[in-house]
């Protein structure tokens, strides 16, 4: 079994992801990473998840209607990607924060290293969903139903294990807190890329 997971380590963790998010957290966690070497990895995974998302845009573009509903950030591969990792930085943030005030023990590596591997998992789900697209809208749409539920699933096991809860409502009630605050800081985040566009428009 050792062998065997020292072959293939990425898949192990992926399916372990999938099976027993709680287990896989404490396996990231566990890895004692750098600091600095994770932001270096959530910054490479917002640029190609960014670059993932413009591919699909070109692909599948959005009608009139809804392009026109979309904001000038989400149209633009690098507004988008410091759109991306901003609100990554804030969640980062926010979940120790208000998961310590809570009674959690999680550090911002902890924390850190789990959004990461997050972002890495979206990677692939969003490489999924791109080529079923091309097949069948209506299955890729159910997809990204499935996937996101889920991956709320993940996410409040991600936090449960990292803040040391053993209550997975607990952990729930630290993401409906958080994404009070991160609705907050999202929104600055999108009034200055809008100055930033603005600006960009007047100056041409």
């Known amino acids: 079994m050792e ?28 890895m004692n990473a750098p600091r ?18 413009s591919v699909s845009l070109q692909l599948s573009p ?15 591969p690098i507004l ?27 550090t911002l590596d902890d924390i850190l290293i789990l959004l990461t591997w997050l972002q890495v998992l979206r990677l692939l789900f969003q490489g999924a969903v791109l080529i079923l697209s091309l097949v069948s809208l209506s299955l890729s749409a159910l997809l990204v139903f499935a ?30 807190l958080a994404l009070v605050a991160i609705a907050v800081g999202l929104s600055i985040i999108l009034t200055v890329l809008g100055a930033v566009i603005m600006g960009g428009t007047g100056s041409v």
């Open 3 to 30: 062998h065997r997971m020292s072959k293939r380590p990425f898949q192990d963790l992926l399916i372990e992801t999938i099976r027993a998010p709680r287990d896989a957290a404490g396996r990231l966690i566990d």
């Open 36 to 53: 600095d070497w994770l932001w270096m990895a959530l910054a490479l995974m917002c640029v190609l998840n960014a670059i993932l998302y």
């Open 62 to 76: 959005p009608s009139s209607e809804v392009s026109s509903m979309v904001p000038q950030a989400f149209q633009s």
């Open 80 to 106: 988008f990607t410091i759109f991306l990792f901003g609100s990554l930085t804030i969640t980062v943030f926010v979940l120790k924060w208000i998961g310590q005030s809570m009674g959690g023990e999680a």
């Open 147 to 176: 996937g996101s539920v889920y991956g709320i699933y993940i996410l409040a096991a991600f936090i449960d294990r990292a803040h040391g809860f053993d209550n997975l409502l607990k952990a729930l009630g630290v993401m409906v």
